[in-house]
């Protein structure tokens, strides 16, 4: 099965910050990574597909690249609304694998 | 609209069954694979199950193999997880979740989820 490393799991941040969120996978996976928002008592949101592609209505200040085992979401000046977790979600194998998660919280 | 809806959630005993339903409305159910997705409290997302459009292919988690059991009616736009011999690790909140219509697929839309307690 494959494994997906997701650091840190805990960010300290402030609005306006830039933001960095690695995941790794024990095993190529191309580019077939998702990343998603989770806010409390509410089920995932998904932000970006395909390692780099938004989904339609997510701003811009998220992005995500990668390709192969290392991947990064970058969410360029946090708002408020972005306090969450977020996953990684590895799709090459039909044994899906989501990353541990990270937590942004306010500094 | 888009929606998944789960429902069956609740309390049971160590070593009881519980079955979760999921109705999907506003898209054609039976062109799409599904998933069921769990999150224990205060953890992470857990992939448990997988079905295809037909039924015919199916992967568990190890967690799960064996006592748990996905399926689907696509004539009545509904995908079922059949839980047996749960354990107090098996408490979560239980989400479907509909694979995109590619061949290398996310998960695009999910359900509000389901909560399942497993205590005695």
């Known amino acids: 099965d494959i494994q997906m490393t997701q650091s840190p799991s805990t960010l300290s941040t402030s609005v306006g910050d830039r933001v960095t969120i690695t995941c790794r996978a024990s095993?190529?996976?191309?580019?077939?990574l998702a990343w998603y928002q989770q806010k409390p008592g509410k089920a995932p949101k998904l932000l970006i597909y395909k390692a780099s592609t938004l989904e339609s209505g997510v701003p811009s200040r998220f992005s995500g690249r990668g390709s192969g085992t290392e991947f990064t979401l970058t969410i360029s000046s946090l708002q408020p609304d972005d306090f969450a977790t977020y996953y990684c979600?590895?799709?090459?194998?039909?044994?899906?694998?989501f990353g541990q998660g990270t937590k942004l919280e306010i500094k | 609209e888009l929606q998944l809806v789960e429902s069956g959630g609740g309390l049971v005993q160590p070593g009881g069954s519980l079955r979760l339903s999921c109705a999907a409305s506003?898209?054609?159910?039976?062109?799409?694979?599904m998933n069921w997705v769990r999150q224990a409290p205060g953890k992470g997302l857990e992939w448990i199950s997988y079905i295809s459009r037909s039924g015919s292919n199916i992967y568990y988690a190890d967690s799960v193999k064996g006592r748990f059991t996905i399926s689907r009616d696509n004539a009545r736009n509904s995908l079922f997880l059949q839980m047996n011999s749960l354990r107090a690790e098996d408490t979560a909140v239980y989400y479907c979740a509909r694979k995109t219509f590619d061949l290398v697929g996310y998960m695009d839309v999910w359900g509000k989820g389901t909560t399942v307690t497993v205590s005695s």
């Open positions: 095993q190529t996976i191309s580019v077939w």
């Open positions: 506003g898209f054609t159910f039976s062109s799409y694979e």
């Open positions: 979600l590895q799709y090459n194998s039909y044994l899906y694998t």
